[in-house]
């Protein structure tokens, strides 16, 4: 068994190997809570959690780390557009990705750090960039000298010479070279602020990433990840950042692609979003987790209700040869080990889309067992499509997709409930009113649809037929 990754850093596809055996240290950027997500942003939360999902299954013990920037410019942006405190917008903010990752059935992180709470890490870590000649205060902000760093560009593969200004700093420009970013800003009126050595002030985006992961990972760990709309500027400035502290920071960085719209990126800023809370209204969950979760974490998903469609058609070929497999060979526990051809596609650079086609090869071997009659070949096949699924997070048989299901009955019956209630008052009220063919009439309708009613001396009851 191994595991090969493709490596953003190296641009191949790499064995991997990590830093101590049995163990995986796994870092994603989470979410910078100034809006509610969309779909693209939760891309990056299904892709990891099949990462996480595939690691564990192969055995590894995985610590995984998913941030909350809970405070930069766009959160304290859109905070003072709608006249709330900035932490009230976060708050509401990461409340929303919690349910979105939840409902996308994305298993929690080892831990959730917020920025906020790690203000001691990154004082420090400047403290350790100014001492070392990294970085230096001026105009109440800090900033990081890009050109004391050699290897700044080397992950996206570009030239400081060839590069545009940092746009991160304070229109009152007192840093001495226009590529050094901002690792602190001084405060502003009506700003949130915390007191440092170089006076009050909040943290740039780029260094609250790299004080997370080294407090949870360590100075070394094994996996960084992200969107691929991360890589500059912000990956390339937490490696520099953390490296010219003496850190070797991470050992693989994995990057997944954007769901675009029209060929373009899906963000509010272009009016193109699609809300995650929207999508699961009109979608279930799983097959919203299918759709995103089931190309590889590479490659663009071109949003389209077709292809969501498309996504629902080939779920449902799924359940529903689960649902008649369950019916002829009874309750059945996922295989204990995925298929090989199933193995090799996820060790293969995560490959899930190979991983898939494997698993709809299982599907209709299944079916054509259920249509000979062969149970104990409809059972093997039911046990490997579950053990698969298991993997991908997508069995509507096992948690919490399975409690879904139930929530979803009562709600169902509740609704039913109430709905026959209403007919019956008006059966009542028609029979009052000694109108019997109106009465009659909603009894038959009611019947149409399963429902029969029976009068009794305490009223009328009525059961599903």
Not at 76 to 86: I, N, Y
Not at 180 to 201: H, I, M, Q, R, V
Request: charged residues 25%.
């Amino acid at each position: 068994m191994s595991i090969r990754l493709y490596d953003t850093a190296t641009r191949s596809v790499r064995d991997f190997v990590p830093i101590r055996p049995g163990k995986v240290s796994l870092y994603l950027c989470g979410a910078t809570v100034q809006a509610a997500p969309h779909i693209g942003h939760i891309r990056s939360g299904v892709n990891f959690d099949i990462l996480s999902r595939w690691l564990a299954y192969r055995g590894f013990e995985v610590t995984f780390v998913r941030n909350v920037t809970d405070i930069d410019d766009k959160v304290l942006s859109k905070a003072a557009e709608q006249g709330v405190e900035f932490w009230r917008l976060a708050q509401a903010n990461e409340r929303a990705f919690t349910a979105a990752y939840d409902g996308l059935g994305c298993r929690p992180p080892t831990i959730e750090p917020r920025a906020t709470g790690h203000i001691p890490e990154m004082v420090e870590l400047m403290q350790d960039l100014i001492y070392r000649g990294h970085a230096y205060a001026a105009g109440g902000d800090v900033y990081f000298d890009v050109r004391s760093f050699p290897g700044y560009g080397a992950l996206s593969n570009q030239r400081v010479a060839d590069m545009w200004s940092a746009d991160d700093a304070d229109p009152k420009n007192a840093k001495r070279d226009p590529q050094d970013f901002t690792l602190w800003k001084g405060a502003k009126s009506g700003e949130p602020y915390w007191n440092t050595p170089w006076g009050p002030g909040r943290p740039g985006w780029h260094l609250e990433c790299s004080a997370m992961a080294r407090k949870y990972l360590g100075e070394r760990f094994d996996i960084h990840g992200g969107g691929i709309d991360l890589i500059f500027p912000h990956h390339e400035n937490e490696i520099a950042q953390s490296k010219a502290r003496g850190d070797a920071f991470a050992q693989y960085w994995m990057h997944n692609a954007w769901v675009t719209m029209a060929n373009e990126k899906m963000s509010k800023s272009l009016g193109n979003s699609v809300l995650v809370a929207d999508m699961m209204r009109r979608y279930r969950p799983i097959v919203l987790r299918y759709y995103l979760g089931t190309p590889h974490y590479r490659s663009m998903i071109e949003y389209s209700e077709a292809a969501l469609e498309e996504a629902a058609v080939a779920f449902s070929r799924i359940e529903q040869f689960l649902t008649r497999a369950f019916e002829l060979v009874g309750a059945t526990e996922p295989a204990v080990a995925v298929p090989d051809e199933f193995a090799a596609c996820l060790d293969d650079d995560l490959a899930v889309p190979g991983a898939v086609a494997v698993l709809h090869q299982s599907v209709r071997a299944g079916n054509t067992a259920l249509a000979a009659g062969d149970k104990e070949g409809a059972k093997a096949r039911l046990g490997d499509v579950r053990a698969m699924l298991g993997v991908l997070g997508m069995d509507p048989l096992a948690e919490p997709w399975s409690a879904a299901a139930d929530r979803d009955a009562a709600n169902l019956r509740e609704v039913v409930d109430n709905l026959v209630v209403v007919a019956l008052e008006q059966r009542q009220a028609a029979r009052a009113r000694k109108d019997y063919a109106a009465a009659d009439e909603i009894r038959s309708r009611l019947a149409a649809i399963g429902i029969v009613v029976e009068d009794t001396p305490g009223g009328p009851r009525w059961t599903l037929g």
